[in-house]
Structure formats: C-alpha cells, structure tokens
C-alpha cells in the first residue's frame, strides 16, 4: 500500500492550493479516504474525509467553507482543495486510508485510518 501526496507549497494568505493523493491501493474505489493536518508539537487532526462514492464527506468546522475534497476513483486520486487560506492552516498535510468503507459523520481518530502518505507541507505567509 502506498499513499503519495504532492501540491504542497509555500503560499499567501488568502490564496489557493490543491492538494493530491495517489493511491496504489486496490481497494481504492471502496475505501474512505481523508486527509489529517500536523504542526510541530501537536497531533495530528484529520481535516476531511470522503467515502468511496463521494457523498457524506466530513469537513472540519476550521476548514468548512474553504476546504473540499473530492476524489477520481478511476485515476485512484483523492485531492482536498483549500481556499482563503490563513497562517493557521500551515501544516504537514497527511493523505490515509479508513480502515472501514463507512463514511464520518463525526471527526475520525487517526486509528481509524490504517495506511498513510509521507505528507507534504503547506506553509501559508501573513
């Protein structure tokens, strides 16, 4: 199992990124996906998750309205599109594969997730 996560970047607040996640899962088209965010020195928050057919995604209330994901099961991709972005959303962003194929209603535990990416860093200038 192999997660790769790119689009990380340096940019100014306000502006826009979107992040990717190729999976070589294959699983991929059955599998909820989300995207964690850490910072140094604290733990890692899941930001958002999707299902595998897309409907019922979980968006953190700090991220909701500026953030989306969405995925591409036939190029096994999951991205997460943030908007506005602020100096507070700086972090090493983290692609990982649900244990289970039920959607979040509720922010997931990092043990919920059973395969992760190497991350990529987001670092948004004031």
């Known amino acids: 199992v192999q997660l790769q996560a790119s689009g990380g970047g340096l940019v100014q607040a306000g502006d826009s990124l979107r992040l990717s996640c190729s999976a070589s899962i294959p699983t991929f088209s059955t599998s909820t996906m989300g995207w964690f965010r ?3 020195g604290k733990e890692r ?3 958002a998750t999707i299902p595998w057919h897309g409907r019922y995604t979980y968006v953190a ?3 909701k309205g500026r ?3 969405s995925r591409d099961n036939a190029k096994n991709t999951v991205y997460l599109q943030m908007g506005s972005l ?3 959303d700086a972090a090493v962003y983290y692609c990982a ?3 289970s194929p039920y959607y979040f209603s ?3 535990a990092e043990t919920d997730f059973g395969s992760w990416g190497q991350g990529t860093q987001v670092t ?3």
């Open 45 to 47: 928050d899941p930001v």
């Open 106 to 108: 509720t922010p997931p």
């Open 124 to 126: 948004v200038s004031s």
């Open 38 to 40: 850490q910072v140094p």
């Open 61 to 63: 209330d700090s991220v």
């Open 86 to 88: 602020k100096p507070d």
């Open 67 to 69: 953030f989306t994901i």
């Open 97 to 99: 594969a649900a244990r």
